[in-house]
């Protein structure tokens, strides 16, 4: 339950933990935490300062060491900042024991992107998914979170479920958890048969993936004329869009926009939003769209292909779209290659390359033949008016003669009939 939409500018201290003990993709360092920075401007905060702490492991106590915290208490005293956000994921205590040292709230990433999404949710789906995934991070941090749990949406960090329900027990919020997910199967029961109807139909899917405001939106209302919000900000769209797309005159296709990603994604937030991330395991294929000016490209390509991984079906094609490619001096350095299509989705450089790049891809080579079908063979007529362009059908002494424009594998498939292979 989201109680408040606001915007709050509230001043904030940036802190990361660089341990020699944490996996890459869990430690901190000063460009996750220039990205932490973008995301507290997202939740409505200001940056103050940035602290960076090496250690080999955490300080069991204060987690970044009892100098590094003096040195955070005199920063807050020194800036007025109320608020603490750490790079790194904390436990409760964790959380408590700092709180206790500054005097300040204290969050981890988690909860500073879980307050995003409280404020991007706008439809019923995407307000489920969030109060989900709030309640999954809440629940195992309800003893003793400290003075940040008694903030009643006072701030970053506040928006969704409030004290009264926090302060219950157990049992009423794993109830509610399970009622969430019930309400969410019924929305994955619907996608479903959505599903099995674009199935039927013979309509692929293709579906926009990338790293968070890499462009994905402009670029469906691009091609789409989707009309959709396409704001310079984090974590704009959350919920799905689906619009059809006129690729040629041989091929429609669906095309769906996604959640964006970001490196230490909560796992709890890509549970929550199954229902709408299980698009990718049936997409036909990705554009996984790449902001080709981004200093940390290669790290964000990265994230995102290991999510990719893990989310959609195995070796479904990917076609990398190095978007915002006009603000590049030399596009030379951009990597070449038939899985490669730098554009600029803003103003819509290279959308005919694009469009090409996704017919080839989801057809193949097409064929252009004319087919002679004997009449007791004529159900291949309806094949063909349903999985492949018929441009003409005249019937003659000796069968169905139809000219058509079909797929490498529909031509497989009825190759036998070619009238320029029979003569």
Do not use: W
């Not at 040292?101 to 988690?110: K, N």
């Not at 706008?122 to 008694?150: C, D, F, H, I, N």
């Not at 199954?274 to 990265?302: C, F, G, M, N, W």
Request: proline fraction near 4%; charged fraction near 30%.
């Amino acid at each position: 339950m989201i109680q408040n939409d606001r915007v709050v500018s509230e001043k904030a201290i940036l802190v990361g933990l660089n341990a020699d003990c944490f996996k890459p993709e869990d430690t901190a360092s000063y460009e996750t935490l220039d990205e932490l920075e973008a995301l507290l401007e997202t939740a409505g905060g200001i940056c103050e300062a940035k602290l960076l702490q090496n250690r080999h492991t955490p300080d069991p106590h204060s987690f970044i060491g009892e100098g590094k915290a003096q040195e955070l208490c005199e920063l807050l005293e020194t800036t007025g900042a109320t608020l603490v956000v750490f790079d790194n994921d904390l436990s409760p205590s964790q959380i408590r024991a700092l709180e206790e040292i500054t005097g300040a709230t204290v969050l981890d990433r988690s909860a500073l992107i879980l307050d995003i999404f409280a404020q991007r949710a706008k439809t019923a789906e995407g307000r489920l998914q969030v109060e989900l995934a709030q309640y999954q991070y809440l629940l195992p941090k309800l003893s003793g979170m400290g003075k940040s749990m008694s903030r009643l949406g006072g701030g970053i960090g506040t928006r969704g479920p409030g004290e009264t329900k926090l302060e219950t027990d157990r049992r009423h919020i794993r109830a509610r958890i399970d009622r969430l997910r019930e309400e969410l199967d019924e929305v994955r029961k619907v996608r479903a048969v959505q599903r099995e109807r674009r199935i039927k139909n013979s309509v692929p899917v293709v579906a926009l993936v990338g790293y968070t405001n890499a462009g994905k939106s402009t670029l469906l209302n691009q091609l789409t004329d989707a009309g959709i919000p396409a704001n310079n900000r984090l974590f704009d769209t959350l919920d799905t869009t689906t619009r059809k797309l006129k690729v040629s005159d041989h091929l429609e296709v669906l095309l769906s926009d996604t959640v964006g990603f970001i490196a230490k994604l909560p796992h709890h937030l890509v549970e929550a939003f199954k229902a709408t991330l299980e698009e990718l395991q049936y997409a036909d294929l990705l554009l996984h769209v790449i902001d080709a000016s981004d200093p940390d490209r290669e790290a964000h390509i990265a994230v995102v292909e290991r999510l990719i991984e893990k989310l959609a079906k195995p070796d479904v094609p990917v076609l990398r779209c190095y978007n915002k490619a006009d603000l590049l001096e030399d596009v030379s350095n951009l990597p070449i290659g038939e899985k490669n299509v730098p554009i600029c989705a803003r103003n819509g450089i290279g959308m005919d390359e694009l469009l090409t790049r996704i017919e080839q891809t989801l057809l193949g080579k097409l064929h252009h033949v004319k087919l002679l079908l004997p009449y007791n063979e004529a159900g291949v007529l309806d094949i063909l008016h349903k999985q492949a362009q018929v441009l003409s059908t005249e019937y003659t002494a000796d069968g169905v003669l139809v000219e058509t424009v079909c797929s490498e594998e529909l031509y497989g498939r009825y190759r036998k009939y070619d009238k320029e292979q029979q003569a």
